[in-house]
T-cell receptor
């Protein structure tokens, strides 16, 4: 079985501040991990993915995430938030031949001027 | 490229009415999915189709049926709509369960059941 927990349904930061969105996963086998972003009234689009090639993964729009097996975590970071980063972010996991990803409940990122 | 196209984008139904949500992808993907999104619940899988000719239940299939019409199209039907089915519905596709399972999403269909 696989599952994902996103800590914090809402995260609020000031423009220019560090963004940290937390994701912990549960999987009995090596997982594939994803971060998706959803802008208002749009579908989800892939930000980045971990597929075991490298533990630090860089994605679009300056985001990156680090896979930490010992902590079963895949937190999303960005050094400096922009107003345009305001959106809903979803962490997802797929593993063990079950290629269908399981999504977390999402974290809404709010960016203040 | 259009990617994944869903119709309609908005729909209001009365309890007991039926309707079909349509989805088509132009990326030659094998697998297609229907999710619903509710506040605080994330995305929950309703049904999926691993390949043309096959469909399987996901986490929340009750009250829904699906048809994989061909490789491009995957429809979701509500036979007798209930207020609990008020939600945003997303169709997605992927190359195949695949080496990574990356999904490509449509823009969503917003359904209100009165």
């Amino acid at each position: 079985a696989q599952s994902v927990t996103q800590l914090g349904s809402h995260v609020s930061v000031s423009e220019g501040a560090l963004v940290l969105l937390r994701c912990n996963y549960s999987s009995s086998v090596p997982p594939y991990l994803f971060w998706y972003v959803q802008y208002p009234n749009q579908g989800l689009q892939l930000l980045l993915k971990y597929t075991s090639a490298a533990t630090l993964v860089k994605g679009i729009n300056g985001f990156e995430a680090e896979f930490k097996k010992s902590e079963t975590s895949f937190h999303l970071t960005k050094p400096s938030a922009h107003m345009s980063d305001a959106a809903e972010y979803f962490c997802a996991v797929s593993a063990g031949g079950s290629y269908i990803p399981t999504f977390g409940r999402g974290t809404s990122l709010i960016v203040h001027p | 490229n259009a990617g994944v196209t869903q119709t309609p984008k908005f729909q209001v139904l009365k309890t007991g009415q039926s309707m079909t949500l349509q989805c088509a992808q132009d990326m030659n993907h094998n697998s297609m999915y229907w999710y619903r999104q509710d506040p605080g619940m994330g995305l929950r899988l309703i049904y999926y189709s691993a390949s043309e000719g096959t469909t399987d239940k996901g986490e929340v299939p009750n009250g829904y049926n699906v048809s994989r019409l061909n490789k491009r199209e995957f429809s979701l039907r509500l036979e007798s709509a209930a207020p609990s089915q008020t939600s945003v519905y997303f169709c997605a596709s992927s190359v195949i369960g695949g080496d990574t399972g990356e999904l490509f999403f449509g823009e969503g269909s917003r359904l209100t059941v009165l």
